[in-house]
């Protein structure tokens, strides 16, 4: 969508959702993360997950990303005085409610960008002749403006951020290789150990089978005997089974 307003000149209004995302990091949350991921192609992920520390920094830069790209575009309007006042609102609102000092700190830096751009465009358009119906007067106007300090802080903002980004995951991944590695050779540890524990078993069940075959044996003589013995006096007996 941020990219359609600019794309299109026209203004859509995306303050409320950016500002939605937003509010779900003004509450610091400190659980610890096997790994950071990027959140710009991702649908879903588990419910464990959405309450660390790396999943919150995932939504709060990508809605800082998205907040700062949306007022850099308005700042090459003529209306960017009225326009940013409910993002300056908004922002401060949550600078407020929020308790982690690093996100506070970006946003000052939207606050002051936006205010100095705000100052510089009311100046500038104070001096003008046409009225506010008077549209290709505006555009005219709007074209002659020079690169503003929105956007060329966004821009210098976004080349570092993606650096970053870039560095981190590659990190991540490489963590996360050895992390398998660390797996892998624990289930093999964990399978030699079990292997070890059913030899010792079978070992010991084979040392305590002779002792009871001998036994069933030794009993199998002594009734064979009986018998034997019992049909030698030349009576016929019956003999009971056990």
Not at 29 to 56: E, F, R
Not at 144 to 150: F, G, N, V
Request: charged share 35%; glycine share 4%.
């Amino acid at each position: 969508a941020v990219v359609s307003t600019q794309s299109t000149g026209n203004h859509i209004p995306l303050l409320h959702p950016l500002l939605a995302c937003l509010n779900f990091c003004a509450t610091q949350n400190k659980a610890p993360a096997s790994k950071p991921i990027d959140l710009t192609c991702v649908l879903k992920v588990t419910k464990g997950y959405k309450k660390t520390k790396a999943y919150q920094d995932g939504v709060f830069d990508l809605s800082f990303e998205l907040i700062l790209n949306y007022v850099s575009q308005l700042s090459q309007s003529i209306a960017f005085p009225e326009a940013s006042f409910p993002v300056c609102v908004w922002l401060r609102k949550f600078n407020k409610s929020c308790n982690n000092s690093k996100y506070t700190s970006q946003i000052k830096q939207i606050l002051e960008k936006t205010e100095a751009v705000s100052r510089d465009i009311t100046d500038r358009r104070s001096g003008v002749s046409f009225s506010p119906r008077d549209l290709e007067e505006a555009k005219k106007w709007e074209d002659a403006l020079p690169e503003s300090a929105l956007t060329k802080f966004f821009n210098s903002w976004l080349k570092v951020h993606r650096s970053v980004l870039a560095a981190n995951q590659a990190a991540a991944a490489e963590n996360g290789e050895d992390e398998e590695d660390k797996e892998e050779r624990e289930e093999e540890e964990n399978e030699e150990s079990s292997g070890l524990e059913s030899a010792e078993e079978e070992a010991a069940k084979t040392e305590e089978e002779p002792p009871k075959k001998k036994k069933k044996s030794v009993e199998k003589k002594e009734k064979k005997e009986m018998k034997v013995k019992k049909r030698g006096d030349g009576k016929e007996t019956t003999v009971k089974k056990n």
